[in-house]
C-alpha cells in the first residue's frame, strides 16, 4: 500500500510540542517531514525532562517520531542558502516562532511565497493576529485564556487545567486540517497559501459546548449541573458532562488512587440499576422514578450506586453494568493504559528501539487510513539526516564538510 501524502515534502522549523505534534500527524499520514534544527543544540524538548542522562529526552522522542533531522544555522550564510533550497524544494512549512522572528531572518511568509508560490505556510501562534494580545503562550495559559480553566474542576475550588493537552497538541490537530485543506486546494489553484491558527482560539473551539451554555443562561439557571447554580457564568461542575446525562466517577475496590469507574445515569438505565444495585425499591418511588425527580437529589443517586461499586472492582463494575447497558467506563491511570496489552496488539502503543537510550514506548497514529499504513519509526538523533537531505539539493561531500567547519549545519 501507498502512503497518503506520499511525495508531500515538510520543512519542519517547530520545537516544544504544539508544532512538532502537527508534524508527527503528517508524518504518520506519510509525509517526509524534514525537521530543521539548530546545530549543537537541537529543539529544546531534546534535554527537557529527561529520565536518562545524556540522551534525548521522552518529551522530544514521542513528539517527533516518523521525521528526519537536518541542523543549519540560518544566521550564516551558507545556512541561509541552504535553507532556500528547502523551501524550494519543499510542499509544505510549518513555524511556531514568536511574531516576526523569521521575518526579521527573511523566511517570513511574503519571502518564502516569492520563492515558492506552491508552498503551504503554517504559522502556530499562542494568540491570532489582531487579538491584541503580545504574550507567550504555554499550555495552560491557552487553557485560561480559552476559557477551559474557568469551568473546570468544582466550584468549592480554583479554576483546574486539564492535563490532557487541548492547547498544544489540541492546535497541532487544528493545524493539520488547515495544511490538509490548503493542500487539497492548490491540487485546483497550483497555488500555496498561508495557514494560521491560534492556541486560544483553538482552545475555545473545543469549548463551543460551554459557549452554549453560556447563551442558555440568559433562559435561567442550568438544570442539568448538580444544584442548577445561579451566577453569570456557566459553573465548574465537577465530573458533571453538563450535557444532560448526569455522570459520577464512583469508588471502586480496593480503594486506590485510581479505582474509580464513571457512571452515567440515563432515563431508561434507572431501573435496570436499581435491580442490579438490589434497590428495586427505588424503581417506583416517586422522589427517584422520573428523570426530574432525580435531578434533584443525585448526589444521593450516585451514593447508592456507590454502596454497590465499592465492593467491586472497577473491571467488574464495567463489564456488569456493560450487560444491562448502562453507560460507564473504568477510569485508567497512565500505569493502566501503558500495560494494556490490547493498545499494543492494535498498533497504537508501540516499543520502538533507539540507539541511545533503548526501547521506549511511544503513540502511534490515532487517525486509521485503510490503505495507507505507516509504521511507527523512532524519533530522530540531532542532525542525523543533515548529509542525506543536503545531497538530494545538490550539495556535495566536500561542500558539506565545508559548511560544518564554518559552522553553518
Not at 523551501?87 to 516569492?114: H, K, S, T, W
Not at 431501573?271 to 427505588?282: H, I, Q
Not at 432525580?294 to 464495567?318: G, H, P, S
Amino acid at each position: 500500500m501507498g502512503k497518503a501524502l506520499e511525495g508531500v515534502r515538510v520543512l519542519d522549523m517547530t520545537h516544544v510540542q504544539s508544532g512538532p505534534s502537527a508534524t508527527q500527524l503528517l508524518a504518520w499520514l506519510g509525509a517526509e517531514v524534514i525537521k530543521v534544527e539548530m546545530p549543537r543544540r537541537g529543539d529544546i524538548t531534546r534535554t527537557q525532562l529527561r529520565d536518562k542522562s545524556n540522551v534525548d529526552s521522552l518529551y522530544f522522542t514521542m513528539l517527533n517520531a516518523n521525521k528526519q533531522s537536518v541542523t543549519i544555522n540560518i544566521k550564516t550564510p551558507q545556512g541561509q542558502e541552504a535553507m532556500g533550497r528547502l523551501i524550494d524544494a519543499c510542499d509544505v512549512l510549518v513555524e511556531n516562532f514568536g511574531p516576526g522572528v523569521l521575518d526579521r531572518q527573511g523566511f517570513g511568509y511574503e519571502a518564502v511565497r516569492a520563492r515558492n508560490p506552491r508552498l503551504i505556510y503554517a504559522s502556530i501562534r499562542g494568540f491570532a493576529e489582531g487579538a491584541g494580545v503580545d504574550a507567550k503562550a504555554y499550555e495552560t495559559i491557552a487553557q485560561a485564556m480559552g476559557g477551559a480553566m474557568s469551568t473546570t474542576g468544582w466550584r468549592s475550588g480554583p479554576p483546574t487545567a486539564s492535563s490532557a493537552q487541548i492547547g498544544d497538541t489540541g492546535t497541532g490537530i487544528h493545524c493539520v486540517t488547515g495544511i490538509l485543506a490548503a493542500l487539497y486546494q492548490r491540487t485546483v489553484t497550483g497555488e500555496g497559501q498561508k495557514v494560521d491558527v491560534a492556541m486560544q482560539d483553538c482552545v475555545v473551539n473545543l469549548l463551543r459546548v460551554k459557549l452554549r451554555d453560556q447563551q442558555r443562561l440568559e433562559a435561567g439557571p442550568l438544570t442539568e449541573y448538580p444544584g442548577a447554580p445561579e451566577g453569570d457564568c456557566v459553573p465548574r461542575a465537577g465530573n458533571c458532562s453538563g450535557g444532560g446525562q448526569p455522570g459520577a466517577a464512583l469508588r471502586c475496590a480496593p480503594g486506590g488512587e485510581n479505582d474509580y469507574c464513571y457512571v452515567i445515569i440515563q432515563p431508561q438505565g434507572w431501573a435496570p440499576l436499581m435491580r442490579l444495585v438490589g434497590r428495586k425499591d427505588l424503581i417506583d418511588d416517586p422522589k427517584f422514578a422520573s428523570h426530574e425527580a432525580r435531578a434533584q437529589r443525585l448526589e444521593q443517586c450516585f451514593e447508592i450506586i456507590e454502596r454497590w461499586t465499592a465492593k467491586r472492582t472497577k473491571f467488574e463494575v464495567m463489564a456488569q453494568l456493560k450487560a444491562i447497558d448502562v453507560p460507564c467506563g473504568p477510569v485508567l491511570s497512565t500505569k493502566d493504559i501503558l500495560e494494556d496489552r490490547a493498545l499494543y496488539d492494535r498498533g497504537f502503543l508501540v516499543e520502538v528501539p533507539h540507539p541511545e537510550r533503548g526501547t521506549y514506548v511511544t503513540v502511534g497514529s490515532p487517525i486509521h487510513l485503510s490503505a495507507s499504513h505507516v509504521p511507527v519509526e523512532r524519533a530522530p538523533l540531532l542532525g542525523e539526516h543533515t548529509d542525506e537531505v543536503l545531497a538530494t539539493l545538490g550539495y556535495t561531500h566536500e561542500e558539506i564538510a565545508g559548511m560544518r567547519a564554518a559552522g553553518a549545519v
